[in-house]
Every structure is written in C-alpha cells, then in structure tokens.
C-alpha cells in the first residue's frame, strides 16, 4: 500500500525537499516512524478525503504521528518545492507548453477556518475558492484559495505573481506565459493593460460582445484540471482550521497531477 500510494520515483523526488529531522538534545526517545510511511498516510488522507483519525494502520504510524509531520512539512514548504522540482522535470522532458495558458476558479463549500466566505453561487453559504493557472496541457503552475465571495478578477495578478520560475532549457528560468486565455469574469481593462506590461498576450472574453463558448476551445483544459483536483478528496470541503493547512491539500493535489505526467 505505502509503495502504491509513493512510489520510487515519487519518493526520491521527495528526498529532495525533505528537511532534516529533528534531533532531541538530551537524546533518547521513541524511534522515529518511516518517513515513506507517513508520506503515504498524508497522501491517503489527501485522496481518500479521510479524517486523521481515521486512518488505517497499515502505514507503521499513528494518525498523530502524520498530522504532526504533516504540520511540520508544510511550515517547510515541502509541497510547494516537490512541486516546482516536478514542473523543473516536466519542463527538461519537454511536457510543459506555455504557448497557451489558462486561468480559472472553483468553489468548495467550508465548514470552518480563514480562507472562507459567503458563496454567493451557493445561497451565501460558507465556501472557499481555488484559483489556478494551467499551461496549454492542464498541467497546475500557480494556484492561490480565497474566500468564496473574493471575485475572480482579484485572483489573476497574484496567480500570475505566484507562478513558479522553471528550469529552461536553455537561458534563465521561465515563470511567465506566452499568452493567457480568461473567461468574462476577468474583463476589465486594468487588467488588460496589467498583462501587456508585462508582455503576455491575453485573450479574454468581452461581455455583452462575445460568447465564451468559442474561447473554451482553449480553455477546457483548466476545467479538466479543475476536474483532477476533486480527485483529491480532502478538497471538496475545507475542514482545515488552519489556512496553511488546506493550501497544503491543495499543494499536494497539484503535486500528483503533474508527477501522474511525468511517469506517463
């Protein structure tokens, strides 16, 4: 199970990034849990939509043993760095295409934590939103979680920001997109002007001129995408007390859909 749940190359990927363990001064202690053990309970956690205490004891851990590695992970921004490790090799294979990216947003109904707010498409019941950025295959670069009720024009300059500097093969590291497709709900001039300064094409549907219906034959890919991120059940409610935590979650389903890539 922990070999199907992380597997080889998986795990040497992670070996980058994980940081080094604590070590008690005054020594002794109990011997520290399988670190590929625990890896495997936090992604089974991720996918299965389980709650911590619940988790099988098949992974040589405790549940407070993942939540507690799990929490120290993520305070290290270690899915944050598998993910640019794994965009870094998708990038060297050739897999990466940032002719034609792609923004959009997805709401999740909340039932505690920050992050959250009225959604205004679900009767002003509490909900999150995840914004992403695909490239041209739906592979994830940036993704950012907001309130429901923040709109999606707020989400494209810190999206854009947030995209992570890839390895090039050739030159300095590319983290901006040739072009960006959007939806009507990212028309708005400043924004238009914020993307040419920045030298990205955009191609944005204008309201009340044209249908977004012949824009979506570019961007079905990030609504696959989005589609791939419900794959990780712990996304389709935000349970997290804590923000850091459920960008963690969202971290880690990033993470599995472009190393699923890799391996194919």
């Given at each position: 199970m922990v070999r199907q749940l992380v597997p080889d190359s998986l795990w040497e990927l992670f070996l980058r990034?994980?940081?080094?363990?604590?070590?008690r001064p005054q020594g002794g202690g109990r011997r520290r849990a399988d670190d590929r053990g625990v890896l495997a309970a936090i992604l089974c956690v991720a996918t299965s939509g389980c709650r911590w205490r619940q988790l099988p004891?098949?992974?040589?851990?405790?549940?407070?043993t993942a939540h507690r590695r799990f929490t120290h992970w993520t305070e290290a921004r270690v899915w944050a760095k598998l993910h640019r490790i794994i965009l870094d090799e998708l990038?060297?294979?050739g897999e990466l295409d940032w002719s034609r990216c792609a923004i959009d947003s997805v709401s999740l109904r909340a039932v505690k934590g920050p992050l959250t707010g009225p959604n205004p498409t679900d009767r002003g019941k509490l909900g999150s939103k995840i914004h992403l950025i695909t490239d041209r295959n739906g592979l994830p670069l940036s993704l950012g979680v907001s309130g429901a009720n923040m709109h999606d024009s707020l989400g494209l300059e810190p999206l854009v920001r947030g995209i992570l500097p890839?390895?090039?093969r050739r030159g300095p590291r590319r983290r901006r997109p040739a072009k960006l497709h959007a939806d009507k709900?990212?028309?708005y001039v400043h924004l238009r002007r914020w993307l040419r300064k920045r030298g990205i094409r955009h191609r944005i549907a204008r309201k009340g001129i044209e249908s977004s219906q012949r824009l979506g034959r570019h961007r079905w890919v990030v609504e696959r995408t989005v589609s791939w991120l419900a794959g990780c059940r712990r996304l389709?409610?935000?349970y997290e007390r804590k923000a850091e935590h459920f960008l963690g979650f969202v971290g880690i389903a990033a993470t599995l859909i472009c190393h699923r890539r890799l391996t194919n």
């Open positions: 990034v994980m940081p080094v363990a604590p070590v004891p098949m992974f040589g851990a405790s549940w407070q990038q060297a294979t890839i390895r090039s709900g990212y028309d389709h409610r935000h």
